[in-house]
């Protein structure tokens, strides 16, 4: 009986076939009559198989009278299958390229609604946001709000921003809750994405090179459905949504998110105890009888953006961030002159994070941020904690 094999299937050698070859293997020059005999197969049945076997290079006929069969090296005959292989692969991938142009125009001429994908899993979800970054050539635009169905980190887009792809993501204030976040985001920023937060966002998504658009079907974790849209309508739709909420956002300015190392806020002594700072992430609307300094919605945590520019809003901005009205109060000559810590202190305030996110982001005790948020709220002539940040953003310092 010859011995049982299925290894070079993957090279197009059947199971029998290379029984047959480990025969001749063991036995260099072996007879058909021998093979048949050790096999139980029909003398037909061998010399098919030797003569593809042959074909593939794997075993030689010896020259003489008897027909008698030898293996060639199968290290050898092996790489050489591998190697035709490989060019068939390639012919097949440059087939494939091909013809996903031909579907591309065809889709873009016949089928105005585009295609719609279900993605069954956070598994498919993550698996089409990687392949859409791997794909990306132009720009890639983001929706970043927590649940995720990956780590924050994403190692593709540090390479991808030093290749040419530009990167416009806006955050929501929960998406910086983690420790290490902000220094994430920070070396994100140095390395070319530009970044903008926004108090809310209806949901999460990622676009790229606005021809396709991936996003989870609801917001509830797990995020078990998500879909895959491609050359559509819907897509330039939510291209459109995205430029609305990026003028709208707050932005990121890379500058303040720099590793702050020894600057980090450093517990003194607490002193008396200080009340907490407005715990809720809205902001309040001044008391009555204080200074005019701008009013913000309760429903919004976070400074708006005016629909003209990317600059820091110089009067009222959009409801949707957040209505601010011109301020009339002045900056202290103490307050032109901020740290480094305190600007980024004022950023994660405008942000619309509460006390503990940013507490942990500058490695710092809450009570000891509260104490600091005090000081900032007089310097700045502020009643809330929020106003403090808005008018810093306003003033350009942060």
């Known amino acids: 009986m010859l011995e049982e094999g299925r290894a070079l299937e ?12 480990r025969g001749v293997l063991a036995s260099p020059g072996i007879t058909v009559q021998e093979l048949v005999r050790r096999s139980g197969e029909s003398a037909g049945r061998i010399q098919s198989s030797l003569s593809r076997l042959r074909a593939k290079g794997m075993v030689s006929r010896l020259w003489g009278r008897s027909p008698r069969w030898t293996a060639t090296n199968p290290g050898a005959a092996i790489r050489s299958l591998v190697r035709g292989m490989q060019g068939e692969l390639d012919r097949l991938t440059d087939t494939a390229d091909e013809l996903e142009a031909a579907f591309r125009t065809v889709g873009q001429g016949t089928d105005e609604g585009g295609q719609l994908e279900v993605l069954a899993g956070p598994e498919e979800q993550a698996r089409w946001y990687v392949r859409l970054q791997q794909e990306a050539k132009e720009e890639v635009l983001t929706f970043d709000r927590p649940p995720y169905v990956l780590d ?28 290490g976040a902000l220094d994430e985001v920070g070396s994100l920023i140095k390395a070319g994405e530009e970044a ?16 396709r658009a991936v996003m989870p079907l609801q917001m509830d974790p797990p995020l078990t459905r998500g879909v895959l849209i491609t ?3 819907m897509v330039m739709a939510l291209v459109e949504l995205f430029e609305r ?27 008396p105890p200080v009340a907490d700072l407005d715990p809720e992430a809205g902001p309040l609307i001044p008391t009555e009888g204080t200074p005019a300094q701008g009013a913000l ?15 820091p809003a110089a009067g009222t901005v959009s409801p949707a961030a957040g209505a601010l009205g011109p301020a009339t109060g002045a900056l202290s000559p103490a307050a032109g002159a901020l740290s480094l810590e305190d600007r980024r202190l004022l950023a994660l305030l405008a942000a619309g994070l ?17 104490r600091r948020l005090r000081h900032l709220l007089d310097e700045l002539n502020a009643e809330t904690r929020f106003q403090a940040g808005a008018q810093a953003s306003r003033r350009g310092l942060v």
């Not at 903008?196 to 021809?211: G, N, Q, S, T, Y």
């Open 10 to 21: 993957v090279v197009g050698i059947s199971a029998f076939d290379e029984r047959v070859y």
């Open 152 to 179: 924050y980190h994403n190692p593709l887009q540090t390479g991808l921003l030093r290749s040419g792809v530009r990167y416009r993501t806006i955050y929501v204030p929960e998406a910086f809750d983690h420790t």
């Open 196 to 211: 903008r937060v926004l108090p809310e966002l209806p949901f999460k998504m990622a676009i790229v090179d606005r021809w």
């Open 231 to 233: 050359g559509s309508t």
């Open 245 to 271: 909420m990026w003028r709208e956002a707050l932005p990121v300015r890379p500058e303040l998110w720099q590793e702050l190392g020894d600057s980090r806020l450093e517990p003194t002594d607490p002193g």
């Open 297 to 311: 919605s309760p429903a919004q945590g976070a400074l708006g953006r005016t629909a003209g520019g990317p600059g």
């Open 354 to 370: 509460k006390d503990d996110a940013i507490a942990r982001q500058l490695g710092t005790s809450p009570r000891t941020l509260r």
